[in-house]
Each structure stands twice: as structure tokens, then as C-alpha cells.
């Protein structure tokens, strides 16, 4: 059984690019969470889809946006980068089965915004 | 709305002292309570986790304790070693959806 897997490990963008992150969630898995943790913070959920469709989202803007494939991988998307967009973003993969509430987190992207 | 509050950081223990990282909660409905650890460069691992009161999760001798009367799910390991030294997250999950609610993480570090 693989884990869940994200790309790339690392990620330098300008202000104002565009950048996405790509998160492979483990097997079995059909939901797949995002969140954004900065330096010293805990993780704040951005948004989480099932079935390819966006089922939740946290206060991010819609620049924030994500899209799931139908082996479950999924991308995150950021459009018009800021500063404050530098973190690390974490991918955690979920199966909605009775009694299975865990997510499994992947290693995470570190994106700095320069 | 949902939120976790944690002890401030950094702990500081000696190998093989007792450990206690306060964590409470504030959430609607009955939510489901985790731990999740964080080693240096790497993403988050569960410990343990507790879905109802009274329940105790346990893991690698870490425990806590579901207390829905307190609303707390304070970790606790009698012996602490070198390898504990990490970050520490209290969470929680209430909803039709997987949201899971962090605290704010507490640094543990151990010296020999």
C-alpha cells in the first residue's frame, strides 16, 4: 500500500505567478483535503474534494482553487501569488467509510513567494 | 466555530522524565479527537485518536483521554526519549466533511 505522495518537494515563485502543487493519495483513498500550514502554525484546511467535485472549503480566496481526477489524485492551484502564499501545503488523503474518520498526510510542499 | 488550544512551546524535558501537553477544545456536536506528531522536514503523522468520550487513544506510550466533561485531550508519555523531540498537534473533526481542526503545535525537545 503506497502512501500519499506530493509534488514537487520543494517550489520558488514570484509575486503575481501562478504556481500548482499535485498530490497522489493513497490507495483505496477517494477524498483528498488541502491545507496551507505556515511557518510555526498549525495547518488551516483550504478546501477538500470527493468524487471530483469541492465538498467544503475553508477562508481562502477563490484564487485558491483545486480539482480532483478519477483515480483521486488531485492538484491545488494558486493564482496571483503573495507573499504570505509561502508555506508549506499538505495533502491529506481520506476514505468515507463508517467508522474510518483518519486522514493520512503526505510530506508536504514548501512554496516561498519572493 | 470549531477551534483547539494547545499549551505555548517549546517543552523541554529530559530523557526519560514525564510528559503533559494540555490541549482543549472548543466544538459543536460530538467531534472526533486527534494527535498528530511532526518530525523535523517531514509531514504529519497520526499518534492516536479518541471518537468518543471517555475514550483512550494510545500510541508508541503515548496516551489521552476523550474527557467531554472538560472538553480536553491532554497527551501524556511517562518516559520521554530523545526521539520524541518533534512538533506537536492537537486536532479535532466535526461535519458532514473531513475538516480537521489544528491547534497551534507545541515543540517538544528532549536532551539526553
Known amino acids: 500500500e503506497t502512501g500519499v505522495t506530493q509534488s514537487p518537494t520543494h517550489l520558488i515563485k514570484t509575486r503575481g505567478q501562478q504556481v500548482t502543487l499535485r498530490c497522489s493519495s493513497q490507495?483505496?483513498?477517494?477524498?483528498v483535503s488541502w491545507y496551507q500550514q505556515a511557518l510555526g502554525q498549525g495547518p488551516q484546511f483550504i478546501f477538500q474534494?470527493?468524487?471530483?467535485?469541492?465538498?467544503g472549503r475553508g477562508n481562502f480566496p477563490p484564487r485558491f482553487s483545486g480539482l480532483q481526477f478519477p483515480n483521486y489524485s488531485s492538484e491545488l492551484n494558486v493564482n496571483a501569488l503573495e507573499l504570505d502564499d509561502s508555506a508549506l501545503y499538505l495533502c491529506?488523503?481520506?476514505?468515507?467509510?463508517?467508522?474510518?474518520?483518519?486522514?493520512?498526510f503526505g510530506p508536504g510542499t514548501r512554496l516561498t513567494v519572493l | 466555530g470549531d477551534s483547539v488550544t494547545q499549551m505555548e512551546g517549546p517543552v523541554t524535558l529530559s530523557e526519560e522524565a514525564c510528559l503533559t501537553i494540555?490541549?482543549?477544545?472548543?466544538?459543536?456536536?460530538?467531534?472526533?479527537l486527534f494527535w498528530y506528531v511532526q518530525y523535523p522536514g517531514e509531514g504529519l503523522q497520526l499518534l492516536l485518536k479518541?471518537?468518543?468520550?471517555?475514550d483512550k487513544g494510545s500510541n508508541k506510550g503515548f496516551e489521552a483521554t476523550y474527557r467531554k466533561e472538560t472538553t480536553s485531550f491532554h497527551l501524556e508519555k511517562g518516559s520521554v526519549q530523545v526521539s520524541d523531540s518533534a512538533v506537536y498537534f492537537c486536532?479535532?473533526?466535526?461535519?458532514?466533511?473531513?475538516?480537521?481542526?489544528f491547534g497551534t503545535g507545541t515543540k517538544l525537545q528532549v536532551i539526553p
Open positions: 491529506a488523503s481520506s476514505t468515507r467509510t463508517s467508522g474510518s474518520d483518519t486522514q493520512y
Open positions: 474534494y470527493y468524487r471530483e467535485e469541492e465538498n
Open positions: 490507495s483505496g483513498h477517494n477524498t
Open positions: 486536532a479535532l473533526r466535526t461535519g458532514g466533511y473531513q475538516k480537521v481542526t
Open positions: 494540555n490541549c482543549t477544545y472548543t466544538a459543536t456536536g460530538y467531534p472526533s
Open positions: 479518541a471518537t468518543k468520550a471517555d
